[in-house]
Nanobody, 122 residues
Framework: QLQACGGGAVQAGGSLRLSCAAS????????MGWFRQAPGKEREFVAS????????YYADSVKGRFTISRDIRKGTLYLQMNDLQPEDTAVYYC?????????????????WGQGTQVTVSS
């Protein structure tokens, strides 16, 4: 129901824009988020957005570099990633939950995309 894309390989300082499209149902009234998982590490929170797009929340590690947004009409979630660093290398997942607010805990999310790989070289 969620399909993430836009990952790739970039050099440090580069940018990527991830997209997450919904199919089969709309998530226009749901809070959504991005998580990432690096090899050998647990999945970690990156950013979250409320149903209207007005409320957003970021992990400290990406604050000021990443921007989460959503196009409710298109049913698409975005993550603009600027000034990427090698430590940002991970598989990035989009997710949605049944409530409307922002949420930082992965366990609270009910729907997950398949993940897209982001690799940043130094």
């Amino acid at each position: 129901q969620l399909q993430a894309c836009g990952g790739g390989a970039v050099q440090a300082g580069g940018s990527l824009r991830l997209s997450c499209a919904a199919s089969g149902r709309t998530f226009s009234n749901n809070g959504m988020g991005w998580f990432r998982q690096a090899p050998g590490k647990e999945r970690e929170f990156v950013a979250s957005i409320g149903w209207s797009g007005e409320r957003v929340y970021y992990a400290d590690s990406v604050k000021g570099r990443f921007t989460i947004s959503r196009d409710i009409r298109k049913g698409t979630l975005y993550l603009q990633m600027n000034d990427l660093q090698p430590e940002d290398t991970a598989v990035y997942y989009c997710a949605a939950h049944r409530r409307s607010h922002t949420l930082t805990h992965a366990a609270g999310y009910d729907y997950w995309g398949q993940g897209t790989q982001v690799t940043v070289s130094s």
